[in-house]
Nanobody, 116 residues
Framework: QVQLVESGGGLVRPGGSLRLACAAS????????IGWYRQTPGKQRELVAR???????NYADSVKGRFTISRDYAKSTVYLQMNTLKPEDTAIYYC??????????WGQGTQVTVSS
């Protein structure tokens, strides 16, 4: 069993920055791929960024160059640094832990609102 707790969301103006954190607890967190997803009403939940168990990261085209995902293995925490935020980044952001598509877990989500 893995528990994920997101934090760091909030209200920010366009062009601003936020840093989200996903704190994981449970067994063998290091073997999981950790991803950030986001969802708005009426839309499919979409992948924003992912970091593998080996530290390899990938990003959605819409956030490349603006967002950075990082992983602290000692703290079992994954961060998402979001810079140059745009109104279209507004969504609930969810943390996901996945092991070989066999076991998967979700956090409760944290709201990010980008507005003037």
């Amino acid at each position: 069993q893995v528990q994920l707790v997101e934090s760091g969301g909030g209200l920010v103006r366009p062009g601003g920055s936020l840093r989200l954190a996903c704190a994981a607890s449970g067994s063998r967190i290091s073997v999981y791929d950790i991803g950030w997803y986001r969802q708005t009403p009426g839309k499919q939940r979409e992948l924003v960024a992912r970091v593998s168990s080996e530290g390899i990261s990938n990003y959605a085209d819409s956030v490349k160059g603006r967002f950075t995902i990082s992983r602290d293995y000692a703290k079992s925490t994954v961060y998402l640094q979001m810079n140059t935020l745009k109104p279209e980044d507004t969504a609930i952001y969810y943390c996901n832990a996945d092991f070989l598509q066999f076991a998967t877990y979700w956090g409760q989500g944290t709201q990010v609102t980008v507005s003037s």
